[in-house]
Structure formats: structure tokens, C-alpha cells
């Protein structure tokens, strides 16, 4: 499908982009998101080989991706937040990990849609805690020159259209599976605007390092 071809071309576009970015000033000038990144496209274009000779059974393994983002972000965010408000994170990333090893079988063979949900609900806290502090602090850079801030954005946006995909889906599914197919085509194009944040922000990166 069209949209699939569009949302691959731009999820490399961006990595593509991160990985030169890297070459020239390093993974620490963009906070380390060509790691992201390049994770992402590798399990986007494993799933698709795994669809096109109709196997279906890596969907387990988008648990581990799900924890891998709480992790990176973790990183990612650590990075900017400061003092009492690093420490609430760090804390904050440690009951989540607690409770997904103690309570979420993310070791079996199908996806764990309570684990989608908690890495929304947390890009969704940590975008708004940036957005809460950047506004509140003053800066010369104007906010839309800021990459952290299409970061965000682009997480903010992300989280919100996937819980409103995620919790109706069981019902969908055996009600009206039409429904959910567009949902899942609009997935796709929130997955492209996403990732066109991070282009974007990836520019902010390169032209800060300047």
C-alpha cells in the first residue's frame, strides 16, 4: 500500500539523516536518537520480510521494543531534565520497569497491549514535563528552533492517536474490523508525521552544532 511505502521512505529519511549527523559530530549531538532510530527501521523492515513469506510470529517481539522505547526516552529526557525533576524520572522509569517484569508477560509469543498504553501514558507525562519547563524557563532560542521540541511533538502526537487505537481494539476487531483497518491505515500517517518531526528536529540538531 501506498501509505506503507510513504512511511517507510521517511522512517529512512530520518535515519539516514541521523546516521550522517553522527558521522560528522557524533551520537551525543543529537541526543543519541540515531540509536532510536536505526532500531526502529531494522524491526519496521524485519516485520514486513516476516509478512511478505507470511510468517506472523514476531509479534512478540515489539514488547521488547515497547521497553526499549521507556528506556531510550528515559536517557533521551534525562539528558535535558535537571535536579529534582531527573530524580522523579529516574524514579518514575523504575516502577514502570518494575511492573512490566513483575506483572506483564512481555516474554510471550503475542503483543502486550498494556505495555503500547504505558509507553504512551509515559512519552505523554515526559513531553509535557518538557513543554512545562521550556516554557517556564526563559531562552533565547526561539521554541520552534529547539529540536527537543519536534521531539516532543512528535511523541505527543504519536501517544495520543495510539491509545485512541489500542483500547477499542479487541472490541474493533470482533464489532467492526473495517473501522480498524482505517484506524490502522491513519496509523500509518501519524507514524509519517512523527517521524517528519523527527527530520526536523535532526535539523535543529545539525544546525546547533554549527
Known amino acids: 500500500m501506498l501509505i506503507q511505502i510513504i512511511y517507510i521512505a521517511v522512517l529512512l529519511a530520518a535515519t539516514?539523516?541521523?546516521?550522517v549527523l553522527a558521522g560528522k559530530k557524533g551520537l551525543s549531538s543529537?541526543?543519541?536518537?540515531a540509536v532510536f532510530l536505526m532500531v526502529s527501521?531494522?524491526?519496521?523492515?524485519?516485520?514486513?520480510?516476516?509478512?511478505y513469506i507470511r510468517e506472523f510470529d514476531f509479534a512478540y517481539l515489539?514488547?521488547?521494543y515497547s521497553i526499549f522505547m521507556i528506556v531510550f526516552f528515559y536517557s533521551y529526557y534525562s539528558k535535558i531534565f535537571s535536579?529534582?525533576?531527573?530524580?522523579a524520572s529516574l524514579c518514575v522509569v523504575i516502577a514502570?520497569?518494575?511492573y512490566i517484569l513483575l506483572l506483564v508477560r512481555f516474554y510471550g509469543e503475542n503483543y502486550q497491549n498494556e505495555l503500547g498504553i504505558m509507553v504512551c501514558l509515559y512519552f505523554i507525562i515526559n513531553a509535557l514535563v518538557w513543554f512545562y519547563t521550556r516554557l517556564k524557563n526563559f531562552d533565547e532560542i526561539k521554541i520552534m528552533d529547539d529540536p527537543h521540541f519536534w521531539v516532543s511533538c512528535g511523541l505527543l502526537f504519536w501517544s495520543i492517536f495510539f491509545i485512541f487505537r489500542t483500547i477499542p481494539m479487541f472490541f474493533l476487531r470482533d464489532n467492526d474490523p473495517a473501522f480498524l483497518e482505517i484506524l490502522?491505515?491513519?496509523?500509518?500517517?501519524?507514524?509519517i508525521v512523527m517521524y517528519g518531526m523527527f527530520y526536523i528536529a535532526l535539523?535543529?540538531?545539525e544546525k546547533s552544532t554549527k
Do not use: A, C, D, P
Open 16 to 19: 539516514v539523516k541521523s546516521v
Open 30 to 33: 543529537q541526543n543519541f536518537l
Open 41 to 51: 527501521l531494522g524491526l519496521e523492515m524485519y516485520g514486513h520480510y516476516k509478512i
Open 62 to 64: 515489539f514488547n521488547y
Open 83 to 87: 535536579g529534582r525533576l531527573k530524580t
Open 96 to 98: 514502570i520497569l518494575g
Open 184 to 191: 490502522k491505515n491513519i496509523q500509518y500517517g501519524v507514524n
Open 203 to 205: 535539523t535543529q540538531f
